[in-house]
């Protein structure tokens, strides 16, 4: 969940857009009468607003991601869910390897519901994402692959997100459902992930239906 | 090579949790003591909501009129001690962004600034109680006047009590450009006690 407040320096910037908010109020309610104050307050308050649906959905990238590990090794951070098991990501996954020495990641955000979202009823989602993710690191393990893995927030903008501070990738694997079964690629996951973040990223499309 | 999986990341898995609690859910990866924070400002926000929710009711639901005649609000007192109040918020800012910049120097007389801004502020309200000619018995104006400057009051002495804990500290050498938590989160409570004397202040006493 993004927290608009991070700071002590965000909450002075509150603190003097607040009072810009009421003293333009208060001044529209002294100089033109009580409907004046109503009218600079709803305009006000309708400019807020969409100020803040804006800042949603043109965040700036994030600083580029802080690289770590070795000088010869290639980071690579795996968004998978329902595909992470997948026979075209575990393809990628291991072409990708032969090629370097590398580190992956594999995050699965724990998708859920959104009445359980807001009950804060994660457990069963986490777990579920939890036993995905096992059996894919267990795949990997048998083909020679160093994995390791997470499960990442319901988001999976903002799973990328918290892959990219705590992980530093050179590059980023997004795996979906093909076009038409897949609910991330319904809400432009890959295109804003593109928009979003500086790192490098591929998108690996996993029919899981051919591959059974 | 080799594979695995954090422990956090398997909650249904037997041993995952090897008899410790699993490692929390930091997503977003705020600090946890900054959110602990917000967490709390948001639930103050909803305490204060209550009272406002009486207000409207009042004044707007019921179309009392207020002030109450023949009482009246000392308008201009109360807007001097908004001006402290909102000047004690740059120099929290001033004293934040000081030691930021490795100013020892500026942290200290940034939190003193504060403090006695806000020890005035909190003064000046209990001088303004004592002459402005009602009580809290006097209908649901009265009540309604000290019960939301009254609450507002009691969290600037918390936040007088917090800025005096980071005074302290500060003149005891603590604090560092990299560690500086216990300035930063008095500084997020302070400006938050600021803005809802700004939403008091511009309801209670002028709209």
Same mark, same amino acid.
């Given at each position: 969940m993004l927290n608009p407040l991070r700071s002590e320096a965000e909450a002075f910037r509150f603190v003097l857009l607040a009072v810009g908010y009421f003293a333009a109020i208060i001044l529209a309610a002294t100089l033109g009468g009580l409907w004046a104050g109503i009218g600079v307050f709803a305009a006000l308050t309708l400019a807020a607003l969409v100020w803040l649906v804006r800042q949603r959905e043109e965040r700036p990238p994030p600083a580029a991601a802080v690289r770590q590990g070795a000088e010869d090794e290639r980071r690579i951070l795996v968004i998978a869910n329902e595909t992470v098991a997948g026979a075209a990501l575990f393809e990628e996954i291991r072409g990708r390897a032969e090629e370097y020495r590398?580190? #992956?990641l594999v995050i699965c955000p724990a998708l859920n519901s959104p009445l359980r979202h807001w009950a804060s009823d994660e457990d069963s989602a986490r777990a579920a994402a939890g036993e995905r993710l096992s059996r894919t690191l267990a795949h990997l393990r048998e083909a020679g692959v160093e994995a390791r893995g997470e499960v990442g927030d319901g988001d999976p903008l903002q799973a990328i997100e918290d892959g990219i501070r705590s992980f530093g990738p050179d590059e980023i694997v997004i795996s979906t459902h093909p076009p038409g079964r897949s609910q991330w690629l319904e809400k432009r996951v890959v295109e804003r992930a593109r928009e979003r973040f500086?790192?490098?990223?591929?998108? #690996? #499309? #996993?029919?899981?239906e051919a591959e059974s | 090579m080799s594979a695995h999986a954090e422990p956090h990341a398997q909650p249904g898995h037997a041993g995952g949790h090897g008899g410790h609690p699993p490692i929390a859910n930091a997503s977003s990866r705020v600090d946890?003591?900054?959110? @602990?924070? %917000?967490l709390f400002i948001a639930s103050e926000?909803?305490?204060? @909501?209550?009272? %406002?929710?009486?207000?409207? %009711?009042?004044?707007v639901v019921n179309g009392s009129p207020w002030p109450l005649e023949p009482f009246h609000l000392p308008v201009y007192v109360a807007g001097v001690n908004t001006a402290i109040l909102v000047t004690s918020s740059f120099t929290m800012h001033w004293a934040l962004q000081s030691i930021k910049r490795g100013n020892r120097a500026g942290l200290k007389a940034g939190l003193v600034l504060t403090f006695l801004m806000g020890l005035a502020f909190l003064l000046t309200q209990m001088l303004e109680y004592a002459r402005v000619g009602f009580a809290p018995h006097d209908g649901a104006f009265g009540t309604i006047f000290y019960s939301l400057t009254g609450l507002h009051g009691a969290h600037v002495l918390v936040g007088l009590t917090l800025l005096g804990f980071a005074t302290i500290r500060a003149f005891r @050498?603590? %604090?560092?450009?990299?560690?500086?938590h216990g300035v930063e989160i008095p500084g997020i409570y302070w400006h938050f006690v600021d803005v809802m004397w700004i939403v008091v202040y511009s309801t209670i006493y002028i709209l």
């Open positions: 590398e580190e #992956v500086a790192t490098p990223i591929t998108h #690996v #499309v #996993v029919d899981l | 946890a003591r900054t959110l @602990g924070m %917000f926000i909803m305490l204060f @909501g209550s009272f %406002f929710t009486a207000y409207f %009711f009042t004044r @050498g603590h %604090f560092s450009p990299e560690h500086h």
